[in-house]
């Protein structure tokens, strides 16, 4: 019983990660995340999926974004750069609308 559990989890522990497509309430889960530290990277609009500021409860700040690649970078949430980002992010996303150009409009190529 414990070994299927695990299986169970495993399997949606991979389907989180490597699902591309995740519908939107996998998507939220997907969202929960905390990061342990924080860089400043210039991530091309084109490659980004997702913008979303940390949950409150985490312990150290962030802005996490999702690149086409499904990979997820922390970014220093003082950094101008990435606070403009998000707000432009919001922007595009607001009435819960697909993320649109300039966002999300190359493919995953070298897994950035
Ligand atoms: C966090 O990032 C800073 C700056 O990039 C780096 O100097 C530091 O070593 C990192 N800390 C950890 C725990 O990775
Ligand atoms: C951002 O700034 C606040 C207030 O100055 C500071 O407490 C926090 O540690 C900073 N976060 C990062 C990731 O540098
Ligand atoms: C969001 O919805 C409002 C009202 O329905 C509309 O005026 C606005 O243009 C929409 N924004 C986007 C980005 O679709
Ligand atoms: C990004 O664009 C691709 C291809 O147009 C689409 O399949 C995917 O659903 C988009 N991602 C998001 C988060 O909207």
Redesign the pocket.
């Known amino acids: 019983m414990r070994t299927l559990v695990t299986i169970l989890l495993l399997t949606l522990v991979c389907f989180l990660s490597y699902s591309?497509?995740a519908p939107l309430a996998l998507?939220m889960l997907n969202r929960k995340v905390c990061c342990t530290n924080s860089t400043q990277m210039h991530i091309p609009k084109g490659k980004i999926?997702?913008v979303v500021m940390t949950p409150s409860d985490c312990e150290q700040q962030a802005i996490v974004v999702?690149t086409?690649c499904d990979k997820k970078i922390c970014i220093d949430p003082n950094w101008t750069w990435a606070k403009n980002l998000l707000k432009e992010f919001e922007m595009s996303t607001a009435n819960n609308s697909?993320?649109s150009a300039p966002?999300?409009?190359t493919?995953c190529t070298e897994k950035v």
């Open positions: 591309s497509a998507r999926t997702d999702t086409v697909a993320p966002f999300n409009v493919r």
